[in-house]
Each structure stands twice: as structure tokens, then as C-alpha cells.
């Protein structure tokens, strides 16, 4: 019977103590850092260079459209602009697919 008591101890004493977890939260959040550094804040500042971008178009601005239409803008409206792509033809687009603004004299060179 006295082999018994020890047995019984040993088995309710406390299980031993795990790796602390800290370490797993900290490279959690260096991953989470890296993320809106490398993904979210790049992609944050290229949408305010478009912003900026179409807000400041006005007519005769030579622009690309993200469809890869060459042309001169007509009229601007609040949502659409016109462009003129050849003499005489006219497509209208929404402002928001103006992807970059062209130097001065693009066209003729086109």
C-alpha cells in the first residue's frame, strides 16, 4: 500500500509549465506591421495620387485611360470626360478611368 501513495502525488501534482506565448504574439504582430507597410499604405498612396490626379484634369490635358485610349480631353463633366481620340471622334469616359496625364504635344507624336 505504501507504493501506492507516491503514485497518487505524483499523478495530481501540477503538469509543467509550456513555452510562454509571448513570443508567438510578437511575431504576429511584426507580420501584421509588415503587411500595412509593404501592402496597405503603398496602395493608400497610390489611390491619393489618383485622386489628386483626376480632380485636377481640365480640357485640352492630353491623358491615357486605363483601356489604353490616347487622347485629348474636350470637356470635363463631374463624373464623365470627353477625349478626343482622332479629328472628329469623340469617346466619353469616366474620370476615374484617366490613368496618367501625358506631356504636352503626345499626340501629334502618336
Known sequence: MNALIPTAWAATAAPAAGPSPLPSFLLMGAILVGMYFL???PQ???L???QSLVSKLAAGDEVVTSGGLLGRITE????FVSLEVA???RVKVQKSQVSALMPKG???SA
Open 39 to 41: 501592402l496597405i499604405r
Open 44 to 46: 493608400q498612396k497610390r
Open 48 to 50: 491619393k495620387e489618383h
Open 76 to 79: 470635363v463633366g463631374d463624373n
Open 87 to 89: 479629328d472628329g471622334v
Open 106 to 108: 503626345t499626340l501629334k
